[in-house]
């Protein structure tokens, strides 16, 4: 099926540092969401976004609904080491109960 | 709030078994619930939507007697997998979400391995 434009693929960083990614659609979507998955878990949601332009944080995370209805982001700031694992962002059309879910970025922490 | 129970966490058994996998919503009545599929490094591919009292929406490719489907109370979808073959192994998520614009909540998963 469809899926979401997911970048980067993977990210390598170190303690401390801050992370971006982003999900880029061709369709627009009314409602963004972005989703934690740790190994043999299932995915964990981190924010929901629901108008364009919204910009909404979850502690150290801040996520954005882009303006064209087309994209999304999501930031991480001073990552720590529990923030490994896999992101995924996800669109829901309107009037469409199914989410279309990016390909996922890959996050590792560097000791 | 919004809990996902889903159960079992993992299941092994021999070729031509059928696998019941259960889904609940614990704190919430979800209207809908989902049941997705994934394989490794890869993300979830959508297998069904189900509402509650009615059949399952099943999406291209998916096998509806492989793939049973009930979503009888508001609380509890399961997912039988009829005669499963080693082809069937992977990991199966449910999801569920109540009304409106309310985002879908996830179980923990079940993996499967067949023999």
């Known amino acids: 099926g469809q899926q979401l434009n997911q970048s980067p693929q993977s990210m390598f960083i170190q303690e401390g540092e801050d992370v971006s990614m982003n999900c880029t659609s061709s369709?627009?979507?009314?409602?963004w969401l972005w989703y934690k998955q740790e190994p043999g878990e299932g995915p964990v949601l981190l924010i929901a976004?629901?108008?364009?332009?919204e910009l909404t944080s979850n502690g150290r995370l801040t996520a954005q609904f882009g303006i064209t209805r087309k994209d999304s982001f999501l930031n991480i700031s001073a990552s720590i080491p529990s923030d490994v694992g896999i992101y995924f962002c996800?669109?829901?059309?309107?009037?469409?109960?199914?989410?279309?879910f990016g390909t996922g970025t890959r996050l590792t922490i560097i000791p | 709030g919004a809990v996902v129970s889903q159960h079992p966490s993992r299941v092994i058994c021999k070729s031509g078994t059928s696998v019941k996998i259960e889904c609940r919503s614990l704190?919430?009545?979800?209207?809908?619930m989902f049941w997705y599929r994934q394989f490794p490094k890869q993300s979830l591919m959508l297998m069904a939507t189900?509402?509650?009292?009615?059949?399952?929406?099943?999406e291209q490719g998916v096998e509806k007697d492989k793939f049973l489907i009930n979503h009888a109370s508001l609380t509890l979808s399961t997912l039988t997998v009829t005669s499963a073959h080693p082809e069937d192994s992977s990991f199966y998520i449910c999801?569920?979400?109540?009304?409106?614009?309310?985002?879908?909540?996830f179980g923990d998963g079940t993996r499967l391995s067949i023999l």
């Open positions: 189900s509402n509650e009292g009615s059949k399952a929406t099943y």
């Open positions: 704190d919430f009545q979800a209207t809908t």
């Open positions: 999801s569920a979400r109540s009304e409106g614009d309310q985002p879908q909540h």
């Open positions: 369709s627009i979507f009314n409602t």
């Open positions: 976004l629901y108008k364009a332009g």
């Open positions: 996800a669109g829901r059309d309107f009037g469409n109960e199914k989410l279309t």
